[in-house]
C-alpha cells in the first residue's frame, strides 16, 4: 500500500505540472541568493557550500497556510510531527535528528526553549509578518554552538520599507476560524521601522479517536524592528516579538495509553528581544558589532488532576570582528557568553518534588575564515570553543567548500562537527517515576555532505542533490528504566553506547514552465538508525513534495496546489500492561493544499484555501488525530507602498 500511494502521488503531481504553471517558492543553493546564518557574516548561498533553502515572502504569501510549520514540510530533508489540529506541539526533525537538534533563530535571536527540553515548538510560530525563511542543513554548532547539531533555521520579520506602507486582513472559515492581522512599516534615509500583529483563533478538531470535545487554539502575536543609521560608520537595530498562546489538548487515558476527551489546557507566553549596533572601520574592511538577546519562555500546562509550570530565560552577549584581509578573504572573530535559567512548579508528592531552579552558563569562542580562492573556488572554514559551567567543555569545527565547475554547474561539500548539551529535563528531572542524570554528557555528531546544483534550459530550470551521512556519539536516551533507582526502579536518562547512524538524498527542482507558470518539486530519502540497529521512530524512509503556481490575469490571480507526502514510520504506544512499550507503525499520507487569490483593486485583495482538500485522515504521533479537510476565506486591504 505504501509503495502504491507514493507512487501515485507522484503521479498526480507529474501530470499535473504538465498541464498548469506555478511561481518559484525558493532557491536552493544558487547565486543572488543572500543567506544570514550559513556564516558569521551574510553570505551569498552558493558560496556557503552549505544546502541550503529560502522560502521568499511571496511563496509565504501564495500558501497563506496559518502555521509556518505546515510550510516547511516542502523542504528537503525536513520532517514535521504535530501531535494533533492547529497549536498542538510541533516538532521538526532535520535530516533524521532529534527535534532539539535544530537551531532556531526569530530576528538574530536563539528562540529555542530550555523549558521544552531545548526545542523550539513550532505550534506557536505564524505564517505571518515574515519577509523570509532560511534553512540550512547540515552540523553548524562551529557556528552557533548547542542546538546546531543538524541545522539552522533563521526566520526573518518584515523590516521598514521606503515611506509609509503596511496591510490589513480578516479570514473566516470552518471550526469558527477567525485570523485577524495588521501591519504596517515605516522608512526614510536613515531609520526603518516595522509593526505588525496577528490573532488566530478556532474550536479546532478533536485530538482523540473517542469522544466528540474540539480542542481549540488561541494566538495572539505582535512583533516589531527597526534599523537606524547614528552615522555613516555606525547602525543599531533591535526586535522585540510577544506571543499569547493556549490550546487545549487531551490527556493520556491510564487505562488505555491512548488520549482521551480531557478538560486539559496550556497557556504559552514568549517574549524575544535583541538590541545591536555595527561599527565599521577603515573604508569598510574592518566591521565591529555587539548584541544582547533575550528569550523568555512561560509554559503553564493544566491537566484535570495536576499542574505543572515551566519557565526559561536565556541571555546571549555577543561580540564580533570582521577584518577583510584582501579582496575575497575574510577573519571574523567573534565571542559569545549565554546564562540560560530554568524554572518548574509542580504539586510535590510522597513521589517526588519537580519544583527546580536550575542555571548554566557557557562561554563561547568563535572564529571564522572565508575566502574567494579562485573565481570559482570559494571556502568557509570554522572553528568553536565552548566553556561550559556544569560539563565538559566541547569544540566544533566545520569546513565546506563551493566549486562552479561550469556556468551553469556547481560542486559544493562540508564535513562538520555538532553538539547538543544535555537538557534540564533530562539532568534534573521533572515528573513522578523520573530522576533526571546530572552526569550527562553532550552529544555529539560528524557529518559531511557532497552536493551539485545545476541549472538548465537558460536557467528554467534547477535541479539540486544532496548526499549526506551524520554519525551521532552519545545519544541521549530520555526513556531509559533503571532497576537500581528508587524501591522498585526508576525511569532516568543515559547516553547510550556506540553511535546512531543517518545517511541520505536530497533532490530538488524547481522549473520556470511557462512565464507565470512554476513547479517546485523535493524529495528526501532518509535511512536512520540508533546505536541498536532499529529505525529511529517517526522518521519516514520517503517524503515528497510538489508545489504548482500560477500568476495569471496579468499578475491579479494566483492559484496555488500543495502537495506533501509522507511516507510509512515506527513510532512508540506506552500501554497500561507489559511490555508497557511497544513498537507501532504509522501509515502514509498525502495532503493536498489548494489555494487562490485575486486582485479585486489596487489595493484590494480576496483569497481562499481548502487545507487537507481530500480529507485524509492520518496520525503523526500515535493516538492523536490530526485534523481534517477545512475551508477558509479572507481579504486583505493594502495601504501606502
Same mark, same amino acid.
Request: contains cysteine.
Given at each position: 500500500?505504501?509503495? %502504491?500511494?507514493?507512487?501515485?502521488?507522484?503521479?498526480?503531481?507529474?501530470?499535473?505540472?504538465?498541464?498548469?504553471?506555478?511561481?518559484? %517558492?525558493?532557491?536552493?543553493?544558487?547565486? +543572488?541568493?543572500?543567506?544570514?546564518?550559513? !556564516?558569521?557574516?551574510?553570505?551569498?548561498?552558493?558560496? $556557503?557550500?552549505?544546502?541550503?533553502?529560502?522560502?521568499?515572502?511571496?511563496?509565504?504569501?501564495?500558501?497563506?497556510?496559518?502555521?509556518?510549520?505546515?510550510?516547511?514540510?516542502?523542504?528537503?530533508?525536513a520532517a514535521i510531527s504535530r501531535a494533533g489540529p492547529l497549536g498542538a506541539q510541533s516538532q521538526l526533525r532535520m535530516r533524521g535528528a532529534e527535534a532539539n537538534h535544530t537551531l532556531v533563530f526569530i530576528d538574530g535571536i536563539r528562540a529555542n526553549d530550555p523549558a521544552q527540553n531545548g526545542e523550539f515548538n513550532f505550534a506557536h510560530l505564524l505564517n505571518a509578518d515574515i519577509e523570509a525563511v532560511e534553512i540550512i542543513r547540515g552540523p553548524q554548532s562551529a557556528l552557533w554552538g548547542s542546538d546546531a547539531l543538524a541545522g539552522v533555521i533563521n526566520v526573518r520579520t518584515r523590516r521598514g520599507g521606503d515611506g509609509l506602507g503596511g496591510n490589513l486582513y480578516a479570514e473566516g472559515g470552518e471550526n469558527s476560524w477567525q485570523n485577524l492581522g495588521a501591519n504596517a512599516r515605516y522608512g526614510n534615509e536613515r531609520l526603518r521601522a516595522? %509593526?505588525?500583529?496577528?490573532?488566530? +483563533?478556532?474550536?479546532?478538531?478533536?485530538?482523540?479517536?473517542?469522544?466528540?470535545?474540539?480542542?481549540?487554539? +488561541?494566538?495572539?502575536?505582535?512583533?516589531?524592528?527597526?534599523?537606524?543609521?547614528?552615522?555613516?560608520?555606525? $547602525?543599531?537595530?533591535?526586535?522585540?516579538?510577544?506571543?499569547?498562546?493556549?490550546?487545549?489538548?487531551?490527556?493520556?487515558?491510564?487505562?488505555?495509553?491512548?488520549?482521551?476527551?480531557?478538560?486539559?489546557?496550556?497557556?504559552?507566553?514568549?517574549?524575544?528581544?535583541?538590541?545591536?549596533?555595527?561599527?565599521?572601520?577603515?573604508?569598510?574592511?574592518?566591521?565591529?558589532?555587539? $548584541?544582547?538577546?533575550?528569550?523568555?519562555?512561560?509554559?503553564?500546562?493544566?491537566?484535570? %488532576?495536576?499542574?505543572?509550570?515551566?519557565?526559561?530565560?536565556?541571555?546571549?552577549?555577543?561580540?564580533?570582528?570582521?577584518?577583510?584581509l584582501a579582496d575575497g578573504?575574510?577573519?571574523?572573530? !567573534?565571542? +559569545?557568553?549565554?546564562?540560560?535559567?530554568?524554572?518548574?512548579?509542580?504539586?510535590?508528592?510522597?513521589?517526588?518534588?519537580?519544583?527546580?531552579?536550575?542555571?548554566?552558563?557557557?562561554?563561547?569562542?568563535?572564529?571564522?575564515?572565508?575566502?574567494?580562492?579562485?573565481?570559482?573556488?570559494?571556502?568557509?572554514? $570554522?572553528?568553536?570553543?565552548?566553556?561550559?559551567?556544569?560539563?565538559?567543555?566541547?569544540?566544533?569545527?566545520?569546513?565546506?567548500?563551493?566549486?562552479?565547475?561550469?556556468?551553469?554547474t556547481t560542486l559544493r561539500g562540508a564535513l562538520g562537527t555538532g553538539i547538543k548539551n544535555p537538557t534540564f529535563t533530562e539532568r534534573f528531572g521533572f515528573f513522578t517515576n523520573f530522576v533526571g542524570n546530572p552526569d550527562l554528557e553532550p552529544e555529539e555528531s560528524t557529518g559531511w555532505e557532497f552536493g551539485v546544483d545545476q541549472r538548465l534550459l537558460d536557467d528554467r530550470l534547477q535541479l539540486s542533490a544532496t548526499w549526506f551521512d551524520e554519525e551521532l556519539e552519545d545519544e541521549i536516551n530520555g526513556f531509559f528504566f533503571d532497576p537500581n533507582l528508587g524501591d522498585f526502579g526508576d525511569f532516568t536518562a543515559i547516553n547510550e553506547d556506540g553511535e546512531s547512524e543517518r545517511q541520505g538524498l536530497e533532490l530538488s527542482a524547481s522549473w520556470l514552465l511557462l512565464d507565470g507558470l512554476t513547479l517546485n518539486a523535493a524529495y528526501t530519502w532518509l535511512d536512520s538508525e540508533d546505536p541498536d540497529g532499529e529505525e529511529e521512530i517517526r522518521r519516514a524512509e520517503h517524503i515528497a513534495s510538489a508545489n504548482l503556481n500560477w500568476d495569471f490575469f496579468a499578475g491579479r490571480a494566483n492559484l496555488n496546489l500543495q502537495v506533501d507526502y509522507n511516507g510509512e514510520q515506527d513510532d512508540f504506544f506506552f500501554p497500561p500492561t507489559p511490555p508497557f512499550q511497544e513498537r507501532v507503525e504509522l501509515d502514509d499520507f498525502t495532503l493536498v493544499t489548494l489555494t487562490g487569490s485575486y486582485q479585486l483593486l489596487n489595493n484590494l485583495q480576496l483569497y481562499a484555501r481548502i487545507e487537507n482538500a481530500t480529507d485524509e485522515d492520518y496520525e503523526e504521533i500515535f493516538g492523536f488525530v490530526a485534523p481534517g479537510r477545512t475551508a477558509i476565506a479572507g481579504v486583505r486591504y493594502s495601504f501606502g507602498r
Open positions: 500500500m505504501n509503495t %502504491f500511494r507514493f507512487r501515485h502521488a507522484a503521479l498526480v503531481c507529474a501530470v499535473t505540472a504538465g498541464l498548469q504553471p506555478g511561481h518559484s %517558492f525558493s532557491q536552493d543553493d544558487t547565486l +543572488e541568493t543572500v543567506v544570514v546564518r550559513a !556564516a558569521r557574516e551574510p553570505i551569498d548561498a552558493a558560496a $556557503s557550500g552549505s544546502s541550503v533553502t529560502v522560502l521568499e515572502e511571496d511563496y509565504l504569501a501564495q500558501r497563506q497556510t496559518a502555521a509556518l510549520a505546515e510550510i516547511l514540510r516542502a523542504v528537503p530533508g516595522a %509593526f505588525g500583529i496577528a490573532s488566530v +483563533e478556532t474550536d479546532g478538531d478533536n485530538i482523540s479517536r473517542s469522544g466528540g470535545e474540539d480542542d481549540g487554539y +488561541e494566538n495572539t502575536t505582535a512583533n516589531g524592528t527597526f534599523d537606524w543609521s547614528a552615522t555613516e560608520n555606525l $547602525s543599531l537595530e533591535g526586535s522585540l516579538r510577544y506571543v499569547d498562546a493556549s490550546n487545549d489538548y487531551d490527556e493520556v487515558d491510564f487505562s488505555t495509553g491512548l488520549p482521551a476527551d480531557s478538560n486539559s489546557e496550556t497557556d504559552t507566553e514568549q517574549l524575544y528581544g535583541r538590541l545591536g549596533a555595527t561599527l565599521s572601520t577603515l573604508d569598510g574592511r574592518w566591521r565591529h558589532s555587539a $548584541s544582547i538577546a533575550l528569550t523568555d519562555t512561560d509554559n503553564d500546562n493544566r491537566g484535570e %488532576f495536576s499542574r505543572t509550570e515551566t519557565q526559561g530565560e536565556v541571555v546571549v552577549y555577543t561580540l564580533q570582528t570582521s577584518f577583510d578573504h575574510t577573519l571574523t572573530g !567573534a565571542y +559569545e557568553r549565554w546564562e540560560e535559567d530554568f524554572k518548574q512548579r509542580g504539586v510535590a508528592t510522597d513521589f517526588g518534588d519537580p519544583n527546580r531552579d536550575e542555571d548554566i552558563d557557557t562561554d563561547s569562542f568563535i572564529v571564522e575564515y572565508r575566502g574567494q580562492l579562485t573565481d570559482t573556488l570559494s571556502v568557509l572554514a $570554522s572553528a568553536r570553543h565552548d566553556d561550559n559551567s556544569d560539563f565538559d567543555d566541547k569544540t566544533t569545527g566545520r569546513v565546506s567548500a563551493a566549486w562552479q565547475v561550469a556556468d551553469a
